[in-house]
């Protein structure tokens, strides 16, 4: 799978306990309608089989104000047509949020993947599905977590009929360095129990008509 990530900044509610954009003074740039012109021919251009949806703040903040932006997103995916899991669809939609599925009216069955950015484990029982999505939770390791955490966690998930998979990501520091908290222990376990995810540019970042292959790019504001 070849990823496009839209990068959105809609706003922000402040509830991370860590945000890699604020402590790296990341400066993205103000989401509008216009700037997903060229989001069709960079997916064309970069041939693209899967878009995701992500942001400098959360892309579902205030989603009742974005719907026009959301129609034009949805618009240009679901007729954009690659071929995916060896047949010819719609471009898949992946959203990432950390708003739980009852917070906000947007609609998630419209995604193949909901990545729910979790804090809490008591966060996860207000993850539902709502159609036939992937449902996955995520949580950033922090100097705080323990072992118990972690399983915690994991068993909560196992037993989840709503929560398909599960990552750990380690946390970004303010000088754009990955942490390493736990790291022995959650390898242990990935592809086992969770997914261990290294913390690295791997997709194509999308934001207001511009394109980087670095998310930290947008340490130099994008000019639009």
């Keep these: 799978m070849k990823y496009m990530s839209v990068i959105t900044n809609f706003g922000c509610y402040y509830k991370c306990p860590y945000c890699i954009v604020k402590e790296n003074n990341l400066h993205i740039p103000k989401t509008t309608l216009a700037g997903l012109d060229s989001l069709r021919e960079a997916l064309k251009t970069n041939r693209c089989n899967i878009i995701s949806i992500s942001g400098g703040g959360d892309p579902l903040h205030e989603y ?26 719609s471009i898949p939609v992946e959203m990432h949020t950390s708003y739980m599925t009852d917070e906000t009216s947007f609609p998630f069955y419209d995604c193949y993947r909901v990545v729910y950015h979790a804090n809490t484990l008591e966060q996860l029982s207000h993850i539902r ?9 995520v949580f950033v390791v922090t100097a705080e977590y323990t072992i118990k955490d972690i399983m915690d966690i994991s068993l909560f998930v196992k037993n989840s009929p709503d929560i398909d998979e599960l990552s750990f990501r380690q946390l970004v520091d303010d000088n754009y360095e990955e942490k390493h908290y736990l790291e022995e222990y959650l390898r242990m376990g990935h592809k086992k129990l969770w997914w261990y995810i290294e913390q690295n540019d791997y997709n194509l970042y999308y934001a207001e008509n511009q394109v980087s292959t670095r998310y930290r790019d947008f340490e130099k504001e994008v000019q639009v």
């Excluded at 009742?64 to 995916?84: A, C, L, M, P």
């Excluded at 599905?129 to 939770?137: L, P």
């Design 129 to 137: 599905r709502t159609g036939n999505e992937i449902v996955r939770a």
């Design 64 to 89: 009742d104000k974005h719907i026009e932006w959301y129609r034009k997103f949805f618009g240009i995916t679901q007729s954009y047509w690659v071929n995916f899991d060896d047949r010819k669809q």
